[in-house]
């Protein structure tokens, strides 16, 4: 205390003294000796600028005994701001209330000081994370650093990978992970996807060490020692000689895999840019080709298309960018109106002036208030001269050839709405994310604005809908584009498949993380609620973990009869399992069970038929012929009243109670729904299927296989429902007429595989759409019951059949390019891998 003594300085009416500053926080005391009881406020500085007030009410009794006073509340704490925290000098200071200096100890050199003492703070970062392991072929995991101060969670860490104590990868962790964002919060794009070569897939055990660069710290989980591949697959690579000369089916599968042992570049979504690099002049050179072909248009052939691009307070290196992007198009027949949105920005207005003079194509138009993204957008469209309407952003950008390859398009159609696939860039031009859309697919708007950029309509149709609307704004786009579904044929959308647009990532856009936005996940979730009652349709929309997702869940107005319909031979158990849960967990009551026992011989087998036929919802139809998964079906729709069929195998097994209101809500949410499939997992709680995608090399493949159930999958397909080409006979609810209409399962050529893909493409070509409708969930045993296709015998007949299906479906635009798949991906087990581009 007697050092307290020494360095109390008695000035005319304050006392005090800044003791110390421990992190970001200040501590000290002050006492007004003339009020020793009213507590005094002092004026804390940085850089000469006062950033708030400290007041001295904390207890203090080693001053309240040296000043002799009757109170002990003389103590501050007071925390600096975040801004402060930041790697650079500053100086912090205190001041009496008469603005006279507080002395400062803090400095811990034992003298007293009276000047302001000169700080350099930085954050005492800490790193979340952790290591997922290996799966489908890559390693996996996420790394956020979180500010102690703030609290705010970020992102696009760096890491590191040694594999064997070889350094392997060094790659920014911006990968989107949802489930991370819901389970923590902060920057979604945390994640790491890094596929490992085939090479040290089937080479044995391997030490692997995931470091977070910057701190040089492990991942959480890492290191781990393990063999990234079993010794079965290694046994198969061995014998590929043998399989190969013989079996057309396994060429195709083992695709991928011989392709990693053979030089050359394969893509992903985490290396896009170099894909994009070699992507864009190619894009350039077929819009050139058409162009050259087609010869010089006629004026009729040369539509005005008005750019409408609302701005308010822009960045103004971005927003000349996005400028320049609409100046440099091949397309020459444009006007570019720019709606300054009550920003009174006198740059943007002299820089706008400044182009306008050289190219009259240019327009401003200043709005004296802000009118908000709607009003601007509006104002933009009132003013607008041209045939078509473009929406753009006021900081992304245009590829150069975006509205002539969006015109090329459109050419000899109908089309009225226009869109092509994005992408995103950031603050230093690197191309990242690329949104590579399917097909026109309703159910899929429904469930988020997968349509956004880039979107041009005819201006007859926008005007038609009428304006954007304000009170949604943050999804007044996606509001804009239902709309537009309810006086726009479906045919007449148009989805050009090119990345055409590129959306820029800034620090508060939903482009770099969907958190920023809270409003506009709010506003989506109205506009799609609100749709839905204009259209007729009852139904429930939520979020999907809180961002820009929706969960459709349709009311069931009706209980049309439903048949279920389930093969099987013996394995009694597995069936049992399978109908008991059927009769005990299934809400919907008008239904039935056929099980179509195709020759069992067991005696438990058949006690457990007679047994089960006691109920009234059961029925065993018995069928001695050799197996014939195609004929079995049908046999039991015959002499069927049902309105719906629900063909399932019986290994799978349902656990949700609601799910086949679910799946019979779906299939009558629009006349022509034919099919609807559901989203199985196996045991393990992998996704076993989530859609089905058909192609000539190798006819079906389960996209999103392998994925933990709840991962959003590519853009939230395996998580929002939405239209598919084909769907698995797992469990798939037709409607009757429409399986009568294409003459049902082709119990000729498809005995077993590949009937229910044939049976989608038959669906597809007479008009019927089919639904992937993830809330229609079960697990599946895949195969359990009748083996897999291992034999000699099974892989001829799997030959025999891949070979029909291809020569069947050959001529049709279903099977040569799904309609849900861009061509741009691959197709092999690396689902949404990018394929060479062409």
């Given amino acids: 205390m007697s050092t307290l003594k020494q360095n109390t300085r008695r000035l005319a ?57 009757m109170t002990s509340k003389l103590g501050f704490a007071f925390e600096l701001p975040n801004s402060v925290v930041d790697g650079k000098e500053h100086r912090l200071g205190l001041r009496f209330p008469d603005r006279s200096v507080v002395p400062s100890l803090a400095q811990h050199d034992g003298a007293v000081h009276e000047e302001d003492m000169s700080v350099v703070l930085k954050p005492r970062y800490v790193y979340e994370s952790f290591f997922d392991g290996f799966k489908n072929g890559a390693l996996n995991g996420w790394v956020q650093r979180v500010n102690p101060v703030s609290g705010e969670r970020t992102g696009h860490r760096e890491i590191s990978i040694f594999i064997d104590g070889v350094p392997f990868s060094r790659i920014h962790a911006k990968r989107f992970r949802g489930d991370v964002m819901k389970a923590v919060g902060g920057d979604p794009n945390c994640g790491f996807c890094v596929p490992l070569p085939q090479s040290l897939r089937s080479s044995g055990v391997h030490n692997i060490r995931v470091v977070i660069t910057e701190a040089d710290i492990d991942v959480h989980g890492s290191p781990v020692t393990t063999a990234l591949v079993g010794h079965q697959l290694e046994g198969q690579l061995r014998n590929l000689g043998d399989t190969v000369e ?135 469209i009132k003013a607008a001269k041209g045939d078509w309407i473009l929406f753009f952003d006021h900081d992304d950008l245009l590829v150069d050839v975006a509205i002539e390859a969006m015109l090329q398009a459109a050419q000899g159609t109908d089309a009225e709405v226009i869109y092509s696939d994005e992408d995103k860039i950031d603050a230093t031009g690197y191309l990242q994310e690329p ?119 349709w009311s069931l107005q009706s209980s049309p009869r439903v048949s279920i319909i389930i093969p099987f031979k013996d394995q009694v158990e597995t069936t049992k399992e399978c109908v008991t849960r059927l009769l005990e967990r299934t809400k919907y009551e008008s239904f039935d069970i056929v099980l179509v026992d195709n020759w069992s011989n067991e005696e438990k087998t058949l006690e457990f038929c007679r047994e089960i036929s006691r109920d009234d919802r059961v029925r065993v139809l018995s069928v001695k012929e050799q197996f014939n998964y195609s004929r079995l079906n049908n046999l039991a729709t015959i002499e069927n009243s049902a309105e719906f069929f629900v063909f399932m195998n019986n290994d799978l097994f349902v656990e949700d109670e609601n799910w086949l209101a679910i799946a019979v809500a779906e299939a009558l949410s629009a006349d022509d729904i034919g099919a609807v499939g559901g989203k199985f997992v196996y045991p393990s709680g992998r996704v076993q299927h989530a859609g089905v995608v058909v192609h000539p090399d190798t006819v079906a493949t389960h996209v999103h296989h392998g994925l933990s159930a709840d991962e959003y999958g590519y853009m939230g397909r395996a998580l929002v429902s939405h239209e598919v080409t084909a769907v698995t006979a797992a469990a798939v609810l037709v409607r009757a007429d429409a399986f009568r209409e294409v003459g049902g399962f082709d119990e000729v050529n498809l005995k077993v595989a590949y009937n229910d893909v044939d049976l989608c493409l038959k669906l597809r070509e007479a008009g019927w759409r089919i639904i992937q409708c993830n809330n229609f969930k079960a697990v599946h045993y895949e195969s359990f019951s009748r083996g897999g296709d291992e034999s000699p015998e099974k892989k001829v007949r799997l030959f025999e059949e891949s070979q029909h299906m291809h020569t069947r479906w050959a001529d049709s635009r279903f099977y040569q390019q799904d309609p849900a798949y861009s061509r741009y991906f691959a197709i092999d087990q690396n689902y949404y891998d990018l394929a060479e581009p062409d």
Avoid at 494 to 520: C, F, G, Q
Wanted: hydrophobic share 40%; proline share 5%; glycine share 6%.
């Fill in 13 to 69: 009416r304050f006392t005090g003294y800044f003791d110390s500053l421990e992190g970001v926080q200040m501590t000290g005391w002050a006492c007004d000796l003339a009020a020793p009881r009213e507590p005094v406020k002092l004026h804390v500085l940085v850089d000469g600028q006062e950033v708030g007030i400290a007041v001295c009410e904390q207890p203090r009794p080693d001053v309240q005994a040296t000043l002799g006073i």
């Fill in 435 to 553: 949104h590579f859309k399917p097909d026109f697919d309703y159910r899929y708007l429904l469930g988020c604005n997968y349509i956004c950029h880039l979107t041009m309509v005819r201006a007859e149709a926008v005007r038609l809908v009428g304006d954007l609307r304000a009170q949604y704004d943050g999804a007044q786009d996606h509001d804009f584009l239902l709309r537009l579904t309810e006086v726009v044929p479906r045919e007449r959308f148009l989805h050009v498949p090119e990345i055409l647009y590129h959306w820029r990532k800034t620090d508060n856009s939903t482009a770099t993380t969907l958190a920023n936005k809270e409003y506009a996940t709010n506003a989506g979730v109205q506009c799609v609620a609100d749709h839905l009652k204009r259209v007729g349709h009852k139904a429930t929309v939520s979020a999907i973990n809180g961002v820009t997702l929706y969960n459709v869940v």
């Fill in 246 to 380: 013989h079996l057309y089916r396994e060429i195709i599968s083992l695709r991928g895999r011989i392709a990693d042992l053979l030089p050359g570049r394969k893509y992903d979504i985490d290396n896009y840019d170099s894909w994009a690099r070699l992507y864009f002049p190619k894009l350039r050179a077929r819009v050139a080709e058409f162009r050259h072909e087609s010869g010089e248009p006629s004026p009729d052939q040369q539509p005005l298309v008005s750019v409408i691009c609302p701005t308010y307070k822009p960045d103004i290196t971005d927003f000349m960018a996005a400028v320049d992007s609409v100046v440099a198009q091949t397309w020459t027949n444009w006007e570019l109106i720019v709606v300054d949105d009550g920003g009174k920005s006198l740059e943007v207005a002299a820089r706008l002036a400044e182009y306008s003079r050289k190219d009259p194509r240019i327009t401003l138009i200043r709005l004296k208030k802000n009118a908000g993204i709607s009003g601007a957008t509006n104002a933009g």
